[in-house]
Protein backbone atom coordinates (compact mmCIF):
# COMPACT_ATOMS: atom_id res chain seq x y z
CA UNK A 1 0.00 0.00 0.00
CA UNK A 2 1.27 3.23 -0.84
CA UNK A 3 2.10 5.21 2.33
CA UNK A 4 1.46 8.89 0.54
CA UNK A 5 -1.67 8.43 -1.61
CA UNK A 6 -2.50 12.43 -1.23
CA UNK A 7 -5.91 13.72 -0.83
CA UNK A 8 -8.23 15.47 -3.07
CA UNK A 9 -9.73 18.76 -3.10
CA UNK A 10 -13.34 18.78 -2.74
CA UNK A 11 -15.82 21.63 -4.19
CA UNK A 12 -19.16 22.10 -3.22
CA UNK A 13 -20.89 24.85 -5.01
CA UNK A 14 -24.56 26.21 -4.02
CA UNK A 15 -25.72 22.20 -3.62
CA UNK A 16 -29.07 21.81 -2.71
CA UNK A 17 -31.33 18.50 -2.16
CA UNK A 18 -34.76 18.73 -2.21
CA UNK A 19 -37.16 15.48 -2.00
CA UNK A 20 -40.41 16.58 -3.16
CA UNK A 21 -41.41 20.12 -1.65
CA UNK A 22 -39.10 19.48 1.66
CA UNK A 23 -35.92 20.99 1.21
CA UNK A 24 -33.27 19.03 2.88
CA UNK A 25 -30.01 21.23 1.94
CA UNK A 26 -30.00 24.88 0.02
CA UNK A 27 -26.86 26.66 -1.06
CA UNK A 28 -24.15 24.72 0.58
CA UNK A 29 -20.83 26.44 -0.25
CA UNK A 30 -17.35 24.18 0.80
CA UNK A 31 -13.87 24.06 -0.46
CA UNK A 32 -12.20 21.40 1.35
CA UNK A 33 -8.57 21.08 0.92
CA UNK A 34 -7.03 18.24 -0.09
CA UNK A 35 -5.95 16.35 2.76
CA UNK A 36 -8.62 18.10 5.57
CA UNK A 37 -10.16 16.23 7.87
CA UNK A 38 -13.47 17.68 7.86
CA UNK A 39 -16.16 16.52 10.30
CA UNK A 40 -19.99 17.65 9.71
CA UNK A 41 -22.14 17.97 13.01
CA UNK A 42 -25.79 18.62 13.47
CA UNK A 43 -28.78 17.82 15.11
CA UNK A 44 -30.54 14.67 13.46
CA UNK A 45 -32.50 15.60 10.54
CA UNK A 46 -30.41 18.76 9.56
CA UNK A 47 -29.26 17.43 6.25
CA UNK A 48 -25.46 16.32 6.84
CA UNK A 49 -26.27 12.68 5.69
CA UNK A 50 -27.90 13.71 2.55
CA UNK A 51 -24.45 16.28 1.66
CA UNK A 52 -22.77 13.37 2.56
CA UNK A 53 -24.69 10.86 0.25
CA UNK A 54 -24.36 13.69 -2.31
CA UNK A 55 -20.30 13.71 -1.83
CA UNK A 56 -20.26 9.90 -2.00
CA UNK A 57 -22.38 10.46 -5.24
CA UNK A 58 -24.93 8.30 -4.34
CA UNK A 59 -27.47 10.63 -4.69
CA UNK A 60 -27.80 13.59 -7.27
CA UNK A 61 -27.64 17.20 -6.40
CA UNK A 62 -31.20 19.15 -7.04
CA UNK A 63 -28.99 22.03 -7.85
CA UNK A 64 -25.79 23.12 -7.62
CA UNK A 65 -22.69 20.98 -8.16
CA UNK A 66 -20.26 18.99 -6.80
CA UNK A 67 -16.86 18.69 -7.96
CA UNK A 68 -13.51 16.41 -6.61
CA UNK A 69 -10.37 17.79 -7.94
CA UNK A 70 -11.59 18.98 -11.43
CA UNK A 71 -14.24 16.62 -12.40
CA UNK A 72 -17.97 16.89 -11.14
CA UNK A 73 -19.23 14.08 -9.05
CA UNK A 74 -21.71 12.26 -10.97
CA UNK A 75 -22.02 9.23 -9.32
CA UNK A 76 -20.09 6.52 -7.50
CA UNK A 77 -16.48 7.04 -7.76
CA UNK A 78 -13.68 4.59 -7.17
CA UNK A 79 -11.61 7.18 -5.58
CA UNK A 80 -14.00 8.33 -2.92
CA UNK A 81 -14.66 5.04 -0.02
CA UNK A 82 -17.45 5.11 2.77
CA UNK A 83 -17.63 3.89 5.78
CA UNK A 84 -21.04 3.38 7.19
CA UNK A 85 -22.27 3.69 10.76
CA UNK A 86 -23.00 -0.44 10.69
CA UNK A 87 -20.20 -1.94 8.99
CA UNK A 88 -21.98 -3.23 6.07
CA UNK A 89 -19.53 -6.76 6.09
CA UNK A 90 -21.11 -9.37 3.71
CA UNK A 91 -21.95 -11.76 6.57
CA UNK A 92 -21.13 -14.91 3.87
CA UNK A 93 -17.65 -13.67 3.53
CA UNK A 94 -14.08 -14.31 5.80
CA UNK A 95 -13.26 -10.70 6.89
CA UNK A 96 -10.15 -10.77 3.96
CA UNK A 97 -12.71 -11.42 1.55
CA UNK A 98 -14.85 -8.69 2.81
CA UNK A 99 -11.44 -6.89 2.93
CA UNK A 100 -10.77 -7.62 -1.04
CA UNK A 101 -13.85 -6.16 -2.08
CA UNK A 102 -12.32 -3.02 -1.63
CA UNK A 103 -9.70 -3.70 -4.07
CA UNK A 104 -9.55 -1.41 -6.62
CA UNK A 105 -11.55 -2.78 -10.47
CA UNK A 106 -11.45 -6.48 -9.44
CA UNK A 107 -7.55 -6.94 -9.12
CA UNK A 108 -8.46 -9.31 -6.61
CA UNK A 109 -5.47 -9.38 -4.40
CA UNK A 110 -5.11 -11.43 -1.44
CA UNK A 111 -2.34 -9.96 0.15
CA UNK A 112 -3.25 -6.65 -0.22
CA UNK A 113 -6.31 -7.20 1.73
CA UNK A 114 -4.15 -9.31 4.39
CA UNK A 115 -2.03 -6.18 4.39
CA UNK A 116 -4.96 -3.92 4.85
CA UNK A 117 -6.14 -6.15 7.74
CA UNK A 118 -2.57 -5.85 9.27
CA UNK A 119 -3.09 -1.74 9.52
CA UNK A 120 -6.52 -2.50 11.60
CA UNK A 121 -4.78 -4.81 13.28
CA UNK A 122 -6.86 -7.52 12.76
CA UNK A 123 -4.38 -10.04 10.37
CA UNK A 124 -4.94 -12.71 12.33
CA UNK A 125 -8.60 -12.83 12.27
CA UNK A 126 -8.61 -13.05 8.42
CA UNK A 127 -10.41 -16.34 7.89
CA UNK A 128 -12.74 -15.71 10.52
CA UNK A 129 -16.50 -15.06 9.65
CA UNK A 130 -17.85 -11.23 10.23
CA UNK A 131 -20.18 -12.97 12.14
CA UNK A 132 -18.33 -13.88 15.51
CA UNK A 133 -16.73 -10.65 15.90
CA UNK A 134 -17.30 -8.05 18.16
CA UNK A 135 -18.83 -4.56 16.86
CA UNK A 136 -15.77 -3.01 16.94
CA UNK A 137 -13.47 -5.64 15.43
CA UNK A 138 -16.48 -5.25 12.21
CA UNK A 139 -15.98 -1.70 12.21
CA UNK A 140 -12.15 -2.39 11.61
CA UNK A 141 -13.17 -4.58 8.80
CA UNK A 142 -14.89 -1.90 7.30
CA UNK A 143 -12.01 0.23 7.68
CA UNK A 144 -9.80 -1.76 6.15
CA UNK A 145 -11.81 -2.33 3.23
CA UNK A 146 -12.19 1.39 2.63
CA UNK A 147 -8.93 2.01 2.68
CA UNK A 148 -7.04 -1.18 0.72
CA UNK A 149 -8.53 0.90 -2.28
CA UNK A 150 -6.46 3.82 -1.47
CA UNK A 151 -9.06 6.28 -1.65
CA UNK A 152 -8.30 10.18 -2.45
CA UNK A 153 -11.54 10.49 -0.43
CA UNK A 154 -13.04 9.42 2.87
CA UNK A 155 -16.55 9.49 3.97
CA UNK A 156 -17.63 8.40 7.56
CA UNK A 157 -20.83 8.62 8.32
CA UNK A 158 -21.29 7.94 11.86
CA UNK A 159 -18.96 5.14 11.99
CA UNK A 160 -18.47 4.86 15.60
CA UNK A 161 -22.47 5.69 17.00
CA UNK A 162 -23.16 1.94 17.66
CA UNK A 163 -19.85 1.48 19.64
CA UNK A 164 -18.88 1.70 23.26
CA UNK A 165 -17.04 4.40 24.57
CA UNK A 166 -13.73 2.78 25.30
CA UNK A 167 -13.92 0.94 21.56
CA UNK A 168 -14.82 4.15 20.41
CA UNK A 169 -11.79 5.76 21.92
CA UNK A 170 -9.39 3.25 20.13
CA UNK A 171 -11.38 3.61 16.74
CA UNK A 172 -10.94 7.27 16.66
CA UNK A 173 -7.21 6.70 17.55
CA UNK A 174 -6.77 4.89 14.69
CA UNK A 175 -8.68 6.46 12.22
CA UNK A 176 -7.09 9.57 13.37
CA UNK A 177 -3.60 7.20 12.70
CA UNK A 178 -4.48 6.29 9.28
CA UNK A 179 -5.51 9.02 8.26
CA UNK A 180 -2.13 11.04 9.49
CA UNK A 181 0.18 8.36 7.50
CA UNK A 182 -1.84 7.89 3.99
CA UNK A 183 -2.98 11.52 3.99
CA UNK A 184 -6.28 10.67 2.33
CA UNK A 185 -9.02 13.87 2.40
CA UNK A 186 -11.70 12.81 5.16
CA UNK A 187 -15.03 13.95 5.83
CA UNK A 188 -16.94 12.78 9.52
CA UNK A 189 -20.59 13.30 9.54
CA UNK A 190 -21.01 13.25 13.28
CA UNK A 191 -23.38 14.04 16.02
CA UNK A 192 -20.48 13.29 19.19
CA UNK A 193 -19.10 16.97 19.09
CA UNK A 194 -16.07 15.97 21.22
CA UNK A 195 -15.72 13.26 18.51
CA UNK A 196 -15.52 16.26 15.91
CA UNK A 197 -13.26 18.25 18.27
CA UNK A 198 -11.15 15.48 18.66
CA UNK A 199 -10.49 14.57 14.86
CA UNK A 200 -11.24 16.94 12.75
CA UNK A 201 -9.26 20.00 11.57
CA UNK A 202 -12.80 21.77 10.58
CA UNK A 203 -16.09 21.41 11.86
CA UNK A 204 -18.44 22.43 9.83
CA UNK A 205 -22.26 22.86 11.61
CA UNK A 206 -25.33 22.49 9.47
CA UNK A 207 -28.58 23.84 10.73
CA UNK A 208 -31.93 22.97 8.79
CA UNK A 209 -30.10 22.50 5.51
CA UNK A 210 -28.28 25.70 5.76
CA UNK A 211 -24.32 25.69 7.06
CA UNK A 212 -24.29 27.86 10.17
CA UNK A 213 -20.94 27.41 11.38
CA UNK A 214 -17.31 26.78 9.74
CA UNK A 215 -14.87 26.62 12.59
CA UNK A 216 -10.77 25.73 12.06
CA UNK A 217 -9.92 23.82 15.28
CA UNK A 218 -6.34 24.84 15.94
CA UNK A 219 -5.44 22.51 18.45
CA UNK A 220 -2.46 20.26 18.17
CA UNK A 221 -2.33 16.49 17.47
CA UNK A 222 -2.60 14.08 19.41
CA UNK A 223 -5.19 15.96 20.96
CA UNK A 224 -5.44 15.94 24.62
CA UNK A 225 -8.85 16.62 25.99
CA UNK A 226 -7.72 20.03 28.00
CA UNK A 227 -9.45 23.16 28.29
CA UNK A 228 -8.56 24.70 24.93
CA UNK A 229 -10.25 21.45 23.82
CA UNK A 230 -13.38 22.31 26.05
CA UNK A 231 -13.57 25.59 24.80
CA UNK A 232 -13.89 24.26 21.07
CA UNK A 233 -16.30 22.14 22.32
CA UNK A 234 -18.29 24.36 24.19
CA UNK A 235 -18.11 26.71 21.01
CA UNK A 236 -19.99 24.27 18.60
CA UNK A 237 -22.56 22.40 21.28
CA UNK A 238 -23.74 26.18 22.52
CA UNK A 239 -24.31 27.06 18.60
CA UNK A 240 -26.16 24.28 18.59
CA UNK A 241 -28.39 24.48 21.37
CA UNK A 242 -28.67 28.07 20.91
CA UNK A 243 -27.77 29.07 24.56
CA UNK A 244 -26.36 32.51 25.46
CA UNK A 245 -25.95 33.84 21.58
CA UNK A 246 -24.77 36.92 22.70
CA UNK A 247 -21.88 35.50 25.07
CA UNK A 248 -20.87 33.21 22.65
CA UNK A 249 -20.35 35.77 20.12
CA UNK A 250 -18.09 37.54 22.61
CA UNK A 251 -16.36 34.21 23.09
CA UNK A 252 -15.77 33.65 19.37
CA UNK A 253 -13.49 36.73 18.72
CA UNK A 254 -11.32 35.66 21.85
CA UNK A 255 -9.74 32.97 19.75
CA UNK B 1 -26.55 -45.08 30.83
CA UNK B 2 -29.96 -43.72 29.45
CA UNK B 3 -28.46 -39.71 29.06
CA UNK B 4 -25.26 -41.63 27.26
CA UNK B 5 -27.82 -43.71 24.88
CA UNK B 6 -29.81 -40.05 24.01
CA UNK B 7 -26.41 -38.04 23.20
CA UNK B 8 -24.71 -40.94 20.58
CA UNK B 9 -25.55 -40.71 16.87
CA UNK B 10 -28.33 -43.73 17.35
CA UNK B 11 -30.67 -41.88 19.27
CA UNK B 12 -33.08 -40.51 16.25
CA UNK B 13 -33.56 -44.53 15.46
CA UNK B 14 -34.74 -45.88 18.92
CA UNK B 15 -38.38 -44.74 18.48
CA UNK B 16 -38.67 -46.06 14.82
CA UNK B 17 -36.74 -49.59 16.27
CA UNK B 18 -38.89 -49.64 19.02
CA UNK B 19 -42.18 -49.26 17.15
CA UNK B 20 -40.57 -51.91 14.32
CA UNK B 21 -40.63 -54.58 17.49
CA UNK B 22 -43.86 -53.80 18.91
CA UNK B 23 -45.23 -54.12 15.20
CA UNK B 24 -43.60 -57.25 14.96
CA UNK B 25 -44.81 -58.70 17.49
CA UNK B 26 -48.51 -57.88 17.84
CA UNK B 27 -48.33 -59.62 14.32
CA UNK B 28 -46.52 -62.96 14.93
CA UNK B 29 -48.96 -62.99 18.25
CA UNK B 30 -51.91 -62.67 16.02
CA UNK B 31 -53.28 -59.23 17.41
CA UNK B 32 -52.97 -57.93 14.08
CA UNK B 33 -54.63 -59.96 10.95
CA UNK B 34 -51.84 -60.38 8.42
CA UNK B 35 -54.81 -59.02 6.15
CA UNK B 36 -54.91 -55.79 7.51
CA UNK B 37 -51.51 -55.17 8.00
CA UNK B 38 -48.27 -57.78 7.17
CA UNK B 39 -45.13 -57.96 9.82
CA UNK B 40 -42.23 -56.12 9.16
CA UNK B 41 -40.78 -59.17 8.70
CA UNK B 42 -42.97 -60.43 5.86
CA UNK B 43 -42.34 -56.67 4.09
CA UNK B 44 -38.88 -57.70 4.38
CA UNK B 45 -39.17 -60.77 2.76
CA UNK B 46 -40.90 -59.40 -0.03
CA UNK B 47 -38.80 -56.76 -0.55
CA UNK B 48 -35.60 -59.28 -0.94
CA UNK B 49 -37.82 -60.88 -3.23
CA UNK B 50 -38.53 -57.85 -4.97
CA UNK B 51 -34.69 -56.61 -4.95
CA UNK B 52 -33.04 -60.10 -6.30
CA UNK B 53 -35.61 -60.38 -9.05
CA UNK B 54 -34.57 -56.24 -9.69
CA UNK B 55 -37.91 -55.23 -9.98
CA UNK B 56 -37.72 -52.96 -7.02
CA UNK B 57 -34.53 -50.84 -8.22
CA UNK B 58 -36.84 -50.68 -11.49
CA UNK B 59 -39.34 -49.03 -9.97
CA UNK B 60 -37.21 -46.78 -7.89
CA UNK B 61 -35.51 -45.92 -10.88
CA UNK B 62 -38.07 -44.76 -12.79
CA UNK B 63 -39.60 -43.16 -10.02
CA UNK B 64 -36.72 -41.08 -9.13
CA UNK B 65 -35.97 -40.37 -12.79
CA UNK B 66 -39.68 -38.70 -12.97
CA UNK B 67 -39.03 -36.85 -9.81
CA UNK B 68 -35.88 -35.31 -10.31
CA UNK B 69 -36.87 -34.20 -13.58
CA UNK B 70 -40.06 -32.71 -12.48
CA UNK B 71 -37.95 -31.08 -9.92
CA UNK B 72 -35.24 -29.55 -12.34
CA UNK B 73 -37.60 -28.10 -14.75
CA UNK B 74 -40.38 -26.77 -11.99
CA UNK B 75 -37.04 -25.46 -9.68
CA UNK B 76 -35.56 -24.25 -12.82
CA UNK B 77 -38.65 -21.91 -13.40
CA UNK B 78 -39.45 -21.16 -10.02
CA UNK B 79 -36.28 -20.07 -9.30
CA UNK B 80 -35.33 -18.11 -12.84
CA UNK B 81 -39.14 -16.53 -12.35
CA UNK B 82 -38.61 -15.43 -8.48
CA UNK B 83 -35.30 -13.95 -9.48
CA UNK B 84 -36.41 -11.86 -12.11
CA UNK B 85 -39.68 -10.70 -9.72
CA UNK B 86 -37.44 -10.02 -6.74
CA UNK B 87 -35.13 -7.58 -9.13
CA UNK B 88 -37.74 -6.24 -11.37
CA UNK B 89 -40.77 -4.21 -9.88
CA UNK B 90 -42.22 -4.11 -13.42
CA UNK B 91 -41.63 -8.01 -13.68
CA UNK B 92 -43.14 -8.15 -10.32
CA UNK B 93 -46.55 -6.01 -10.90
CA UNK B 94 -47.13 -7.83 -14.15
CA UNK B 95 -46.38 -11.13 -12.86
CA UNK B 96 -46.93 -11.70 -9.04
CA UNK B 97 -50.94 -11.58 -8.86
CA UNK B 98 -51.39 -14.58 -11.57
CA UNK B 99 -48.64 -16.52 -10.26
CA UNK B 100 -50.32 -16.12 -6.87
CA UNK B 101 -53.60 -16.96 -8.29
CA UNK B 102 -52.32 -19.77 -9.65
CA UNK B 103 -50.52 -21.12 -6.30
CA UNK B 104 -53.81 -21.03 -5.06
CA UNK B 105 -55.48 -24.01 -6.87
CA UNK B 106 -54.53 -27.44 -5.10
CA UNK B 107 -52.16 -28.79 -8.02
CA UNK B 108 -53.76 -32.51 -7.79
CA UNK B 109 -57.07 -30.80 -8.96
CA UNK B 110 -55.70 -30.45 -12.02
CA UNK B 111 -55.12 -34.41 -12.55
CA UNK B 112 -58.20 -35.15 -14.87
CA UNK B 113 -57.32 -32.06 -17.12
CA UNK B 114 -53.57 -32.98 -17.19
CA UNK B 115 -54.72 -36.83 -18.50
CA UNK B 116 -56.45 -35.08 -20.66
CA UNK B 117 -53.65 -32.64 -22.26
CA UNK B 118 -50.92 -35.18 -21.73
CA UNK B 119 -52.79 -38.61 -21.50
CA UNK B 120 -51.20 -41.02 -19.02
CA UNK B 121 -47.78 -41.04 -19.85
CA UNK B 122 -44.28 -39.81 -18.44
CA UNK B 123 -45.51 -36.05 -19.14
CA UNK B 124 -48.15 -35.93 -17.49
CA UNK B 125 -46.55 -37.14 -14.12
CA UNK B 126 -43.79 -34.66 -14.62
CA UNK B 127 -45.95 -32.01 -15.42
CA UNK B 128 -47.47 -32.42 -11.90
CA UNK B 129 -44.25 -32.39 -10.28
CA UNK B 130 -43.21 -29.49 -12.11
CA UNK B 131 -46.47 -27.79 -10.68
CA UNK B 132 -45.57 -28.86 -7.26
CA UNK B 133 -42.45 -27.72 -6.46
CA UNK B 134 -42.23 -24.85 -8.56
CA UNK B 135 -44.21 -22.93 -6.10
CA UNK B 136 -42.48 -23.53 -2.98
CA UNK B 137 -38.60 -22.35 -4.80
CA UNK B 138 -40.40 -19.26 -6.89
CA UNK B 139 -41.93 -18.22 -3.24
CA UNK B 140 -38.84 -18.25 -1.22
CA UNK B 141 -36.42 -16.93 -3.85
CA UNK B 142 -38.46 -13.81 -4.41
CA UNK B 143 -38.71 -13.51 -0.44
CA UNK B 144 -34.88 -14.37 -0.31
CA UNK B 145 -34.35 -11.74 -2.61
CA UNK B 146 -37.01 -9.30 -0.99
CA UNK B 147 -35.42 -9.42 2.52
CA UNK B 148 -31.32 -8.70 1.41
CA UNK B 149 -30.68 -5.82 3.63
CA UNK B 150 -30.78 -2.61 1.61
CA UNK B 151 -27.62 -1.34 3.07
CA UNK B 152 -25.37 -4.23 1.84
CA UNK B 153 -27.06 -4.34 -1.47
CA UNK B 154 -25.85 0.33 -1.32
CA UNK B 155 -22.24 -0.51 0.26
CA UNK B 156 -21.82 -3.54 -2.56
CA UNK B 157 -22.53 -0.45 -4.99
CA UNK B 158 -20.25 1.85 -3.32
CA UNK B 159 -17.41 -0.40 -3.83
CA UNK B 160 -18.42 -0.56 -7.43
CA UNK B 161 -19.89 -4.42 -7.69
CA UNK B 162 -22.46 -4.04 -10.80
CA UNK B 163 -24.22 -6.29 -12.73
CA UNK B 164 -22.95 -10.24 -12.50
CA UNK B 165 -20.74 -9.34 -9.74
CA UNK B 166 -23.23 -7.77 -7.76
CA UNK B 167 -25.86 -10.61 -7.73
CA UNK B 168 -22.94 -13.22 -7.63
CA UNK B 169 -21.31 -11.53 -4.23
CA UNK B 170 -24.62 -10.30 -2.73
CA UNK B 171 -28.19 -10.98 -3.68
CA UNK B 172 -27.76 -14.60 -4.42
CA UNK B 173 -25.52 -15.47 -1.52
CA UNK B 174 -27.74 -13.15 1.04
CA UNK B 175 -31.15 -14.80 -0.58
CA UNK B 176 -29.33 -18.46 -0.26
CA UNK B 177 -30.70 -19.42 3.16
CA UNK B 178 -34.60 -18.72 1.86
CA UNK B 179 -33.65 -20.34 -1.21
CA UNK B 180 -32.79 -23.38 0.88
CA UNK B 181 -36.15 -23.23 2.88
CA UNK B 182 -37.97 -23.46 -0.50
CA UNK B 183 -35.54 -26.78 -1.86
CA UNK B 184 -36.62 -28.57 1.21
CA UNK B 185 -40.41 -27.80 0.86
CA UNK B 186 -40.16 -28.34 -2.78
CA UNK B 187 -38.84 -31.54 -2.20
CA UNK B 188 -41.69 -32.48 0.64
CA UNK B 189 -44.00 -31.50 -2.46
CA UNK B 190 -41.88 -33.27 -5.16
CA UNK B 191 -42.86 -36.80 -3.85
CA UNK B 192 -46.04 -36.26 -2.59
CA UNK B 193 -46.99 -35.40 -6.06
CA UNK B 194 -45.43 -37.91 -7.44
CA UNK B 195 -46.90 -40.45 -5.37
CA UNK B 196 -50.71 -39.07 -6.17
CA UNK B 197 -49.77 -39.24 -9.66
CA UNK B 198 -48.24 -42.55 -9.94
CA UNK B 199 -51.06 -44.32 -8.11
CA UNK B 200 -53.75 -42.96 -10.73
CA UNK B 201 -51.77 -44.34 -14.29
CA UNK B 202 -48.23 -45.24 -14.22
CA UNK B 203 -46.73 -49.03 -16.07
CA UNK B 204 -43.39 -48.38 -13.94
CA UNK B 205 -42.56 -46.93 -10.18
CA UNK B 206 -43.48 -47.03 -6.66
CA UNK B 207 -46.98 -45.96 -7.00
CA UNK B 208 -47.59 -48.64 -9.71
CA UNK B 209 -46.08 -51.10 -7.58
CA UNK B 210 -48.39 -49.98 -5.01
CA UNK B 211 -51.14 -50.23 -7.10
CA UNK B 212 -50.15 -53.69 -8.67
CA UNK B 213 -49.89 -55.45 -5.34
CA UNK B 214 -53.41 -54.07 -4.38
CA UNK B 215 -54.85 -55.85 -7.12
CA UNK B 216 -53.55 -59.01 -6.08
CA UNK B 217 -54.00 -58.33 -2.09
CA UNK B 218 -50.12 -58.71 -1.88
CA UNK B 219 -50.42 -56.49 1.09
CA UNK B 220 -46.88 -56.75 1.85
CA UNK B 221 -45.91 -55.04 -1.40
CA UNK B 222 -48.06 -52.03 -0.29
CA UNK B 223 -46.17 -51.72 2.94
CA UNK B 224 -42.97 -52.17 1.17
CA UNK B 225 -43.52 -49.17 -1.54
CA UNK B 226 -44.79 -47.03 1.40
CA UNK B 227 -41.97 -47.45 2.67
CA UNK B 228 -39.79 -46.69 0.29
CA UNK B 229 -41.68 -43.19 -0.23
CA UNK B 230 -40.53 -42.72 3.54
CA UNK B 231 -37.24 -43.72 2.63
CA UNK B 232 -36.93 -41.47 -0.75
CA UNK B 233 -38.26 -38.62 1.10
CA UNK B 234 -36.15 -38.92 4.14
CA UNK B 235 -32.57 -39.46 2.10
CA UNK B 236 -34.06 -36.34 -0.17
CA UNK B 237 -34.52 -34.41 2.93
CA UNK B 238 -30.99 -35.65 4.83
CA UNK B 239 -29.40 -34.31 1.06
CA UNK B 240 -31.25 -30.97 1.39
CA UNK B 241 -29.98 -30.29 4.94
CA UNK B 242 -26.37 -31.68 4.18
CA UNK B 243 -26.55 -28.66 1.30
CA UNK B 244 -27.57 -26.43 3.59
CA UNK B 245 -25.31 -26.78 5.98
CA UNK B 246 -22.36 -26.76 3.01
CA UNK B 247 -23.64 -23.62 2.06
CA UNK B 248 -24.38 -21.54 4.94
CA UNK B 249 -21.66 -22.23 6.91
CA UNK B 250 -21.39 -18.82 7.68
CA UNK B 251 -24.85 -18.59 9.33
CA UNK B 252 -24.56 -18.84 13.21
CA UNK B 253 -28.09 -20.52 12.67
CA UNK B 254 -26.44 -22.84 10.51
CA UNK B 255 -23.05 -23.63 12.66
CA UNK B 256 -22.32 -27.38 13.14
CA UNK B 257 -22.74 -27.95 16.85
Not at chain 1, 58 to 63: F, G, I, R, S, V
Not at chain 2, 18 to 41: A, E, N
Not at chain 2, 215 to 220: A, P, S
Amino acid sequence: MRNHSSGARLLIEEAGKRFGDKIVLEGVKLDIPEGQFVAIVGRSGCGKSTLLRLIAGLEEPTQGRLALDDSEINGIREDTRMLFQDARLLPWKRCVDNVKIGVKSGSGDKEKALEALGLVGLRDRAKEWPGVLSGGQRQRVALARALVGEPRLLLLDEPLGALDALTRIDMQQLIEELWAKQQFTAVLVTHDVSEAVALADRVILIENGHIALDLMITLDRPRERDNDFVHFEKLILDRILERGKHEQRAVSYSI
Amino acid sequence: MFTRLINSRIAPAIVPIFILMIWQLLGQFGWISSRTLPTPLQVAEAGIAMTKSGQLFHYIGSSTWRAFIGFAIGGGIGFLLGLLNGLSQTANRLLDSSIQMIRNVPHLALIPLVILWFGIGETAKVFLVVLGVFFPIYLNTLHGIRSIDPGLVEMAKVYGLRGFALYKEVILPGALSSILVGVRYALGFMWLTLIVAETISANSGIGYMAMNAREFMRLDVVVLAIIMYAILGKLSDTAAKILEEKLLKWHPNYVKR
